[in-house]
C-alpha cells in the first residue's frame, strides 16, 4: 500500500480539546474502545494519530506523563511509521445543540463529572443561585 493512501486514513484526536462525552462520541464515530483511549488521555497522550483500524500510529505527550519525558510536544512515531503528518485531519467534534435544563444537566454531571459540563452548562446552573 503506498503511503500516500496511508495518509488519507489517518485521522488525529488532540485529547487536550475534547471532554469525555466528545472522546466517547469519537469512539463511537470510530469504532474505537472508548475506555482505552479515556485510559490514553488520563496517563499519558495529548494527541495521537490512527489508522482507521485503530492502530496508533504517532503521538505527542501530555505535560505530566509516565515516561517523565520533558519535550512532550514532540511528535514521536510508533514502529518508525509515517514522516509527513500534513495531510491527516484532525478529529473536531460535531457541535451539539446545548439543552439547558436542570434535570438534563445533572444527569450528566451523574454519567460524565462536573468536567464534562460547557461553560454555558456552568453559567446557566450559576445564574439558577443568583
Not at 489517518?10 to 466528545?22: A, M
Not at 454531571?109 to 452548562?121: N, V
Request: aromatic share 12%; with cysteine.
Amino acid at each position: 500500500m503506498k503511503l500516500d493512501n496511508i495518509m488519507k486514513g489517518i485521522i488525529c484526536i488532540d485529547f487536550t480539546k475534547v471532554n469525555d462525552e466528545q472522546l466517547k462520541e469519537f469512539s463511537a464515530d470510530h469504532n474505537f474502545i472508548y475506555e482505552v483511549l479515556r485510559d490514553l488521555k488520563q496517563k499519558t497522550y495529548a494527541k495521537m494519530w490512527f489508522l482507521p483500524d485503530g492502530t496508533g500510529v504517532a503521538f505527542t505527550l501530555a505535560k505530566k506523563n509516565l515516561f517523565k519525558i520533558v519535550d512532550y510536544e514532540k511528535v514521536r512515531v510508533f514502529e518508525g511509521f509515517v514522516k509527513d503528518l500534513n495531510d491527516v485531519r484532525v478529529y473536531v467534534p460535531k457541535p451539539k445543540e446545548i439543552i439547558l435544563d436542570v434535570d438534563i444537566i445533572l444527569d450528566k454531571i451523574l454519567k460524565y463529572g462536573e468536567k464534562s459540563l460547557t461553560k454555558e452548562e456552568k453559567d446557566f446552573l450559576d445564574n439558577m443561585n443568583s
